[in-house]
């Protein structure tokens, strides 16, 4: 099927979409004529927990809930899905209210609908914006085919912490990348309009520094210096300003003592104040509520007041606005201008989304036919499941494997999980749907026989889901000699471990870094009868893989890839895909080494004599980590020589241009990702040890080289200073281009 059809089918339905309104007047208009009841009732966010295509339920909550959509009382639904549901559902508004008002549907589409892409952090393992544009457009026509009009994603948290369960859910480390696929995964979903077909409104999140939470726990405090705010957490941030995304959801965490949701600061000043961002603010989920925890307010009534005076638009599931912001404009409390501004941004968007001029533009039962998992998504989620991957370790070439030449042993119970590789926050996914690593192995061995496929211990005790924690056995090694056995009587063990694809995500923080179960019991005894061993790591966030990566010939990180995740590793193993990606995190020795990140700061002591211990380091390990951010091996070898500068020296307003060669000194085709670091050596207040400031992924035949050239403006080195304010200082940079943040061809010039 031509996704050119699939456009043009989307065109169709999108009947009243070329004749909108010069916008703004007819919000104008609308609100003029809104009592206050129904203005509060568009910042009001319902969950819709009943079944939307059948008789009306006699439950109080879902009677409740369909009195309060047909009086007008609610703006948008969150989790209704379906093309028929989500019709009823906005009957139920545009037929029954007063002035008609249609609903805004919102859902949480991360990597994939019905078509699972690998998780963010595994899709930016790629270093492929483009990727994920592509990836957030096919997300985006599957959603709405289902008659979703909003997505809460992409999720753009700096995540420094692997114990964070949802670092899972964003790009990584680095606010420079971090920025590149935010802005991407925005167009990919919103398009180049949002009133054409098959958009889906964008969502910035968590508004901020959530990644930050104190110890990796999950919406645990977070004490934060304001230039590590602006320097680290915001950029990725103001990237999706600048990319025009219609709303922003606040955090759950406090930012030095105010929460989020309740933070002028954040919200009012900067976001609608200096950056001009003309969308909508939503909660996340109570986060409104929640100020009464965190004990910024005494009731909801107060919680109510602050977040609105804060600038938070919309309250998800709160029902703090619903229930008290009617009272507190009546006495005098808050300013009905307030409302006004709020309840503009939230019809500005709808107005967006064409839905004033069809209510029903979204969502049809023969697109979702057409395109849920077709077999155009379908190929691009197994070439985004390849280009994700990352080979970590692979001595003696013992990768690729030989299809129709070896006896392989395929051992763990995740080898032939149809389940895990869908991850966490995977949408409208069929569970067990995805591609096992079995059955991507035995669609490519020349004879059946030479692949041999065991269990081993069971790993789950029950299965998990969204909201129940993963139990896993620690007592049961039924299988385990079987395993060891098939391993015996290979020439080559793969033995696939990691993580279920409910261990990572929300409210998954963990202590300790390492597989879990009985996984690293077995692949000891596996050592022990051949040595010829590839570890597949099937995972949502860096592992600690210190017990055995000195052991192990190859080591594959595939994160968890999705729809096609077995094919697609299957592509890897038997050298069909040549591995290019690269860590978009920093990978530990430990959960010791905690918070860590390439862009540190160098300390006053960042180096000692042998044996002295008084300087920044650890007694009992290295503080280096295990790979660095950046770092990503291929089945080919390049070499990086001839950087060269076209200058030494610039202005504040100038600019250098950079270049250097690359040659493909192996035997095949291969793609690396080049990357470009900076190191400000002085400042007024202390710099990073390196900063990414570009990169580009090259593909070269055996043997061939290339220039690849980087231009870098004076203004590509601003940060946010002692002045508070933004600019470059004169002085001496250090640069590196090279295969990741650890090494490169090292160059220098001055900023007069």
């Known amino acids: 099927m031509k996704q050119t059809l699939v456009l043009l089918a989307c065109a169709c339905l999108a009947l009243a979409s070329c004749s909108r309104k010069e916008e703004g007047s007819r919000v104008d208009r609308l609100l003029a004529e809104m009592t206050l009841e129904e203005k509060i009732g568009q910042l009001n966010q319902y969950t819709g927990r009943w079944e ?85 457009r096919i997300a985006a026509l599957e959603a709405t085919a289902a008659g979703v009009h909003w997505t809460f994603a992409p999720m753009v948290d700096i995540g420094r912490d692997a114990r964070w369960g949802r670092v899972m859910e964003g790009s990584g480390e680095d606010p420079f990348l971090g920025a590149r696929f935010a802005a991407a995964r925005i167009k990919g979903f919103q398009g180049e309009d949002l009133a054409d077909a098959g958009t889906i409104a964008a969502c910035a999140k968590h508004y901020a520094a959530y990644g930050f939470a104190e110890a990796g726990r999950d919406y645990n405090t977070v004490e934060v210096d304001e230039r590590t705010l602006f320097n680290v957490v915001l950029p990725p941030f103001k990237a999706c300003v600048d990319a025009g995304v219609a ?25 609608k104040g200096k950056w001009a961002f003309d969308g909508f603010v939503v909660s996340d989920w109570n986060s409104v509520g929640e100020l009464i925890p965190h004990g910024v307010a005494a009731d909801r009534k107060e919680a109510a007041r602050l977040a609105i005076t804060a600038g938070s638009d919309m309250d998800m599931e709160g029902n703090c606005y619903i229930a008290h912001l009617k009272e507190l404009v009546e006495e005098g409390t808050v300013d009905e201008s307030l409302i006004d501004d709020a309840v503009r941004r939230v019809l500005e968007v709808k107005e967006k989304l064409g839905l004033f001029d069809d209510p029903y533009r979204y969502g049809s039962a023969e697109l979702e036919e057409m395109l849920f998992l077709s077999d155009e998504h379908v190929a691009a989620a197994r070439d985004a499941a390849r280009r994700s991957i990352v080979l970590l370790k692979n001595e003696g070439g013992l990768l690729p494997l030989d299809a129709g030449g070896q006896r392989i042993a395929l051992i763990g119970e995740l080898a032939a999980d149809k389940d895990s590789p869908l991850g966490n926050w995977r949408a409208q996914a069929v569970p067990g749907s995805a591609v096992s690593v079995l059955e991507g192995m035995q669609a490519r061995v020349n004879t059946p026989s030479m692949l041999l496929y065991e269990r081993g211990p069971q790993y789950l005790l029950a299965r998990p889901s969204f909201l129940v924690n993963v139990e896993i056995n620690t007592t049961d090694r039924n299988g385990m000699a079987e395993a060891v056995a098939a391993a015996r009587r290979a020439d080559v063990a793969v033995v696939v471990m990691g993580e279920n694809g409910f261990q990572s ?26 040595r010829n061993v590839v570890v597949v790591l099937m995972n949502g966030r860096p592992l600690d893989i210190s017990s055995f990566i000195d052991r192990v010939p190859s080591v594959l990180v595939t994160w968890q890839g999705g729809s096609e995740s077995g094919n697609a590793i299957a592509d890897v193993l038997f050298g069909e895909y040549n591995p290019s990606g690269k860590l978009p995190v920093s990978w530990p020795r430990s959960a010791g080494q905690l918070p860590m990140y390439y862009n540190h700061k160098n300390t006053g002591r960042p180096t000692g004599s042998p044996g002295q211990v008084t300087w920044s380091s650890y007694t009992d390990q290295t503080r280096e980590p295990l790979f660095p951010f950046g770092y990503g091996l291929s089945y080919t070898e390049f070499e990086y020589s001839g950087l060269t500068l076209d200058k030494n020296s610039m202005g504040i307003e100038d600019s250098i241009r950079l270049t250097v060669t690359l040659t493909n000194t192996g035997d095949r085709f291969g793609e690396e ?25 090259v593909g070269l035949e055996p043997g061939a080289s290339a220039e690849v050239e980087f231009t870098l403006r004076a203004e590509d080195l601003h940060y946010y ?5 933004w600019g470059v200082e004169p002085g001496e940079f250090r640069v590196w281009v090279g295969p990741s943040s650890a090494g490169g061809a090292e160059a220098s010039f001055v900023i007069e």
């Open 247 to 271: 709303t922003f959801m606040n955090s759950f965490n406090e930012v030095n003592g105010i929460p989020a949701t309740a933070n002028s600061f954040l919200v009012r000043d900067l976001l």
């Open 505 to 530: 995500g929300e409210g998954r923080s963990v202590t300790d870094l390492k597989p879990r179960g009985l996984q690293l019991e077995l692949l000891e005894q596996v050592l022990e009868v051949n």
């Open 673 to 697: 990702v080049v990357q470009l670091y900076v190191r400000d050596l002085v400042g007024t207040v202390t710099r990073p040890v390196k900063e990414l400031k570009g990169f580009r992924k």
């Open 52 to 136: 939307m295509t059948g008789p009306a339920p006699e439950n109080d909550y879902a009677q409740t809930g369909l009195e309060m959509i047909k009086s007008g009382q609610v703006g948008s639904l969150l989790n209704v899905t379906g093309a028929e549901a989500t019709r009823n559902a906005q009957q139920l508004a545009v037929e029954n209210s007063r002035l008609g008002i249609p609903l805004i549907f919102g859902y949480d589409v991360i990597h994939g609908f019905r078509t699972i892409f690998p998780i963010p952090l595994g899709e930016t393992a790629s270093w492929e914006p483009e990727l994920a544009r592509k990836n957030a």
């Open 721 to 725: 200073g002692a002045d508070n304010r």
